[in-house]
């Protein structure tokens, strides 16, 4: 492994816009059935363009293991495979009830769950147990395994500030068993932030390609890029310059490529730039494209699901009255030109999903929309520019996940409060989307 340059400070965010749930919180009642089915729509359904087809909730469930237990899981990571969803991240809970007392107390080392076709769900245990694990983020490979980075904390950090990865981990999970793990020291000179890392994604000739922001004293970040060919990682540092974002893809007629959200925190005018810059191996990286992604700083760029990424989407601020707030954007990556269609996917959002191409050549994102009513909203972007598809009510308590599973099924997954001493602090409730298409008239 190879530090080029050394890394700076912890990635931030929008303040008060994600908010961690802990097990100390207070509780409510535990829900007596794990299946809730919805039988209306969603509020505020909106036809997609063809006119017949739409989108509608068909089912809510939560997260329930075969032994019967509840659990939850912070949505860090949300795969597909024929296999099923694999739902990763760190803290994770399986809740039993005393012998004596009835109350329900965590236990076992968990960091996820295999949720199958059906809903049924099986506890992902940990690669390491006894170890501090963050930044779990998994792909999905063509035979159904899933293909897992993570972090183990230096001994000596505290939670959560303070929190600083001391080694890389690398695992192969089959639904049940995990083989192939291994670990490696991070060089102590590099400080890399595990609570913010970039999805990881399928590279050149089959390696893995991953992002973390770094940590220093200063009031900058940095970026670390991670490869692994063979049985290795091969880690990069840039030079510390306000990172507040950033992603990973590799574009078939780019290369392999990272997307890094620079924010001006300094000016009075704060403008923020999106640059997409190549990766070079046992090297840097160097500027591939840089577009204007409009007015405000910027936060948490993601790339459209998929082997060949068609768009970038990002949180910017948005003037409105003297009030701040962040809007969701999104421009098409091709063709390739500095003045890009810059695109709004939500005028109000806090979190931005994408999902992928699921129909007609569209890219569907789904957006954590906020106001008065917190809602979730999923639209897609294609030539015709942004349609939303589906309005409705957000039930979670925190940050979730969501994940597109096939062309007509989208699964949302996030923490739901308990409602009274008795009962879990938190689970996991999983919603159900799904598109249904009749024959035009």
Not at 232 to 239: P, Q
Request: aromatic share 6%; proline share 8%; charged share 20%.
């Amino acid at each position: 492994m190879m530090a080029v340059k050394r890394g700076a400070v912890a990635h931030q965010g929008p303040d008060g816009r994600r908010r961690r749930v802990h097990a100390r919180r207070r509780v409510r009642r535990w829900m007596g059935v794990t299946l809730l089915w919805s039988c209306a729509p969603a509020a505020a359904q909106v036809p997609s363009g063809s006119g017949v087809c739409s989108w509608t909730v068909a089912g809510r469930q939560l997260l329930s293991l075969e032994s019967g237990d509840l659990a939850y899981v912070e949505a860090r990571s949300l795969s597909a495979t024929e296999r099923g969803m694999l739902l990763l991240g760190s803290p994770s809970y399986v809740w039993s009830r005393g012998a004596q007392s009835g109350v329900v107390v965590p236990r076992d080392s968990v960091v996820g769950a295999v949720i199958d076709s059906t809903g049924s769900a099986r506890a992902v245990p940990a690669p390491l147990p006894g170890a501090e694990i963050r930044g779990l983020s998994a792909v999905g490979n063509k035979d159904g395994t899933w293909s897992v980075a993570f972090t183990v904390l230096r001994p000596e950090t505290r939670f959560p500030e303070d929190e600083v990865a001391g080694q890389l981990g690398y695992g192969s999970f089959d639904g049940r068993e995990w083989t192939d793990l291994q670990t490696e020291p991070i060089p102590r000179d590099v400080a890399l932030n595990p609570m913010r890392p970039s999805p990881l994604v399928r590279g050149e000739g089959g390696g893995l390609l991953w992002s973390l922001p770094t940590r220093a004293r200063a009031a900058n970040a940095g970026v670390a890029i991670l490869r692994r060919v063979g049985s290795h990682w091969r880690l990069t540092t840039d030079t510390p310059s306000r990172v507040f974002g950033l992603s990973v893809a590799h574009i078939p007629s780019w290369g392999e490529v990272v997307a890094i959200a620079r924010a001006d925190t300094i000016s009075s005018m704060p403008r923020g730039t999106l640059r997409l810059e190549s990766v070079e191996l046992g090297g840097g990286v160097a500027e591939a494209f840089r577009f204007d992604p409009g007015p405000g700083n910027l936060w948490d760029p993601v790339f459209d699901r998929g082997q060949d990424p068609r768009w970038i989407g990002w949180l910017s601020e948005a003037a409105d009255e003297g009030l701040a707030r962040l809007e969701a954007r999104a421009a098409p990556l091709y063709p390739r030109d500095e003045r890009q269609k810059v695109m709004v996917l939500d005028s109000n959002s806090a979190a931005l999903h994408p999902l992928g191409v699921l129909d007609g050549g569209a890219s569907y994102w789904i957006s954590h929309h906020t106001g008065e009513e917190s809602q979730i909203v999923l639209v897609r972007t294609g030539d015709v520019g942004v349609e939303r598809e589906l309005t409705m009510p957000n039930p979670f308590v925190g940050p979730f996940g969501a994940v597109a599973p096939g062309p007509s099924r989208v699964l949302l997954a996030g923490p739901l409060m308990g409602r009274d001493e008795r009962s879990p602090p938190v689970t996991t409730l999983m919603i159900h989307l799904k598109r249904t298409c009749r024959e035009a008239s």
